[in-house]
């Protein structure tokens, strides 16, 4: 990521039709807010987004882990595909079975590409009423989502604050009890200064926690009443290092251009026996023949942040390269992602060498996630 000069903060609420033109980045309705509050703003997937507040991306990933933050991920794509044809539309597009589920449900499922079954994006899927569905891409792969299942692209209308960790659902039923008591992978609607909202139990740090999509007319009230209950504000770094200590993928690194579900570790996202979806055929052979590699985790011996691109050393062999890598704040260690060629034959607890920046560091295969969800407590062998 790039770091663009600042914004100045507003009195009022930015111009963002404006701001995108003059600068190029997209603009989040909650830009005023994280600005008066000393934020860090930086490019991250076309859009100006808070990296970190004043107290750090250590603070605001322990406080997630033990108590309660906030995420602005307005950058997050919507896209409402609605009406008598939109279940058979995402049924014949995406991996995913919406049969498993219903109107009141979330679901996350893959778009590939046909040719090669490669994650076009992975998704998130609000199956808001009967015939309505908002469909959540990443933020740069909203417009290629949107060639793929048609409907109407809604982002610019609403800000999403996702709240995370064990205390986000007791803090957030102190303003909004509604959303507050949405179940995981849930959906349902609240009221926000007498605007139609809706919340969802989903998230990205392997914490509980609800996303909740506001109007952006009321989205700056919501955000200041949720830190005024004691949730910490969070940026995308530590959005980052909670998603990667809990093995959860970032398209464009786990996901992407000549990577598939299966690869990723992530076949459960497929549903063979739902009929035909886009890519279907090339990842039925990766299925019958085996992926040439799959995605492990990694831990160093040391705390040295490991870094994506690096090559993975077992022996005299190259046997993969890493996919993303950062400081495990709980583990205080260097963690990371890769994929690893199958035909190496190796497992979790071997040892491992990394390339990075032509130094050699020591590691070992571990099992992931790193960190279990609620808890501080390891998955991985780090003795």
């Not at 199956?127 to 909203?142: C, G, K, L, Q, R």
């Not at 704040?329 to 497992?347: F, N």
């Amino acid at each position: 990521m790039s770091a663009p000069e600042r914004s100045p903060a507003s009195a009022g609420a930015p111009d963002h039709a404006d701001a995108a033109r003059r600068t190029g980045f997209r603009r989040s309705p909650l830009e005023a807010e994280h600005v008066t509050l000393g934020a860090k703003l930086v490019e991250f997937g076309g859009w100006l987004m808070p990296l970190a507040y004043p107290r750090g991306t250590l603070v605001e990933h322990r406080a997630c882990r033990s108590a309660a933050v906030a995420f602005d991920v307005s950058h997050l794509g919507t896209v409402r595909v609605e009406g008598d044809g939109a279940f058979n539309t995402l049924q014949r597009v995406l991996t995913n079975d919406l049969r498993k589920i219903g109107p009141g449900r979330a679901q996350y499922t893959h778009l590939l590409d046909d040719a090669d079954a490669s994650v076009v994006d992975d998704l998130i899927v609000w199956w808001t009423a009967e015939e309505i569905f908002d469909v959540m891409p990443n933020a740069s792969n909203t417009s290629r989502v949107r060639e793929a299942i048609g409907g109407t692209d809604t982002t610019a209308t609403r800000a999403v604050v996702a709240l995370q960790g064990p205390q986000a659902r007791r803090l957030l039923s102190r303003i909004a009890p509604d959303a507050a008591c949405v179940p995981r992978f849930a959906v349902g609607s609240f009221t926000w200064e007498g605007a139609s909202c809706t919340a969802a139990g989903t998230g990205y740090t392997g914490e509980d926690g609800v996303e909740c999509a506001l109007p952006v007319e009321v989205a700056g009230s919501f955000w200041r009443a949720v830190l005024e209950t004691g949730v910490v504000p969070a940026g995308l770094g530590a959005r980052d290092t909670l998603r990667l200590e809990a093995g959860l993928p970032l398209h464009g690194h786990e996901l992407g251009p000549g990577i598939t579900s299966l690869q990723a570790k992530l076949g459960w996202v497929v549903s063979w026996d739902k009929g035909d979806f886009r890519g279907r055929r090339a990842l039925e052979h990766e299925r019958r023949t085996g992926p040439s590699r799959i995605l492990r985790g990694i831990v160093a011996e040391g705390r040295q942040p490991l870094r994506d691109g690096g090559l993975v050393h077992h022996g005299a062999q190259i046997v993969g390269t890493v996919t993303s890598g950062n400081f495990s704040p709980v583990l205080e260690r260097g963690i990371a992602m890769a994929l690893v060629a199958t035909g190496a034959r190796i497992e979790d607890g071997d040892e491992v060498v990394l390339e990075l920046r032509s130094r050699p560091v020591p590691a070992r295969l571990a099992e992931l996630p790193f960190v279990r969800p609620g808890t501080s407590a390891s998955r991985a062998e780090v003795a």
